[in-house]
């Protein structure tokens, strides 16, 4: 029943940005907080951002000031805006409901949206 699908991904120069957008369904994503977490090569999943039903953000420190999160609670989306990029921050990208200040992901993942930083 549940539906997550990023998009956006693609391949930028260091320093370059890049918008990903998710669309969910099957959730009551109006009362969910949503957040984005990203895996790269040879490394475990990372929790990226999120976004309270209320709007509040908090952000990994490897991403604070150059990543922003956002949301529309009428279409069932959630966004990244991605500024400054580095090519650390090359990963496949996948949003998801986030629960507690652990971060815990909910259990269904899209196939995520890759994004590749080269120097």
């Known amino acids: 029943q549940v539906r997550l699908v990023e998009s956006g991904g693609g391949l930028v120069q260091a320093g370059g940005s890049l918008r990903l957008s998710c669309t969910a369904s099957?959730?009551?994503?109006?009362?969910?907080?949503m957040g984005w977490y990203r895996q790269a090569p040879g490394k475990q999943r990372e929790w990226v951002a999120r976004i309270t039903s209320g709007g509040i953000k908090n952000y990994a420190d490897s991403v604070k000031g150059r990543f922003t999160i956002s949301r529309d609670n009428a279409k069932n989306m959630v966004y990244l805006q991605m500024n400054s990029l580095k090519p650390e921050d090359t990963a496949v990208y996948y949003c998801?409901?986030?629960?507690?200040?652990?971060?815990?992901?909910?259990?269904?993942w899209g196939q995520g949206t890759q994004v590749t930083v080269s120097s």
């Open positions: 998801n409901t986030v629960y507690g200040n652990n971060n815990v992901p909910g259990n269904y």
């Open positions: 099957g959730i009551h994503f109006s009362m969910s907080t």
